[in-house]
């Protein structure tokens, strides 16, 4: 059971526009910035969004991030086949003193 | 351009100790304001995270894994590594090295990973 709650699967149509939530505490998302990954199948995790809502340089401006109060979302335009992937999201907890995951949402390109 | 690689035995017995490295190349490990640590993700599950090191020696550990987990870095290799002791099946997963840097919490480059069972 993960601190940080993602529904564990979401579906779109190529094209469409997909979001994926996460929802936390006050004190991981409440008080920290929320990181998004996305893991290819058979692949290493890839830094998609950090300090809520930044792009690492070569992430298309097709995600996007966001946060409100103890919840964030990550959101994903244009959808393509290759989107097709498991998406994590990650943030500093105070109380536990260490990094959480949420349990992962894995996206289905219909 | 920054490369990490995961490197250690495949296979641990239980109750032993499990250790990994993480070989940087393309950088260095003691560049300022970076943070090195390891994740891992037991079969079919999630990603769980199990430490990081700061590049100035701090450690930050897993509160879960936190007594059985050491993080040490080796600046004339090149190198960080990873010790976990006391292992059960319940270690068995994919193992990450992986380095954090506009927060411990963003990682932005990874290894492929390595797989390690526990069993006997």
């Known amino acids: 059971q993960s601190v940080l709650t993602q529904p564990p699967s979401a579906s779109g149509t190529p094209g469409q526009r997909v979001t994926i939530s996460c929802s936390g505490s006050?004190?991981?998302?409440?008080?920290?910035?929320v990181n998004w990954y996305q893991q290819l199948p058979g692949t290493a995790p890839k830094l998609l969004i950090h300090?809520?809502?930044q792009r690492p340089s070569g992430v298309p401006d097709r995600f996007s991030g966001s946060k409100s109060g103890t919840s964030a979302s990550l959101a994903i335009s244009g959808l393509q086949s290759g989107d097709e992937a498991d998406y994590y999201c990650?943030?500093?907890?105070?109380?536990?003193?260490?990094?959480?995951f949420g349990g992962g949402t894995k996206l289905t390109v219909l | 351009q920054l490369q990490l690689q995961e490197s250690g035995p495949g296979l641990v017995k239980p109750s032993e100790t499990l250790s990994l490295t993480c070989t940087v190349s393309?950088?260095?490990?003691?560049?300022?304001?970076?943070?090195w640590g390891w994740i891992r993700q037991p079969p079919g599950k999630g990603l769980e995270w199990i430490g990081s090191?700061?590049?100035?020696?701090?450690?930050y550990y897993n509160p879960s894994l936190k007594s059985r987990v050491t993080i040490s870095v080796d600046t004339s290799k090149n190198q960080f590594s990873l010790n976990l002791s006391s292992v059960t099946a319940a270690d068995t997963g994919l193992y990450y090295c992986?380095?954090?840097?506009?927060?411990?919490?963003?990682?932005?480059?990874w290894g492929i990973g390595t797989t390690v069972t526990v069993s006997s």
């Open positions: 300090s809520n809502n």
């Open positions: 992986a380095r954090g840097r506009y927060q411990l919490v963003s990682m932005d480059v």
């Open positions: 090191m700061y590049y100035s020696g701090s450690t």
């Open positions: 990650a943030v500093w907890d105070d109380s536990l003193n260490g990094v959480v």
């Open positions: 006050r004190s991981n998302i409440g008080s920290n910035s």
């Open positions: 393309g950088g260095s490990v003691s560049s300022s304001s970076y943070y």
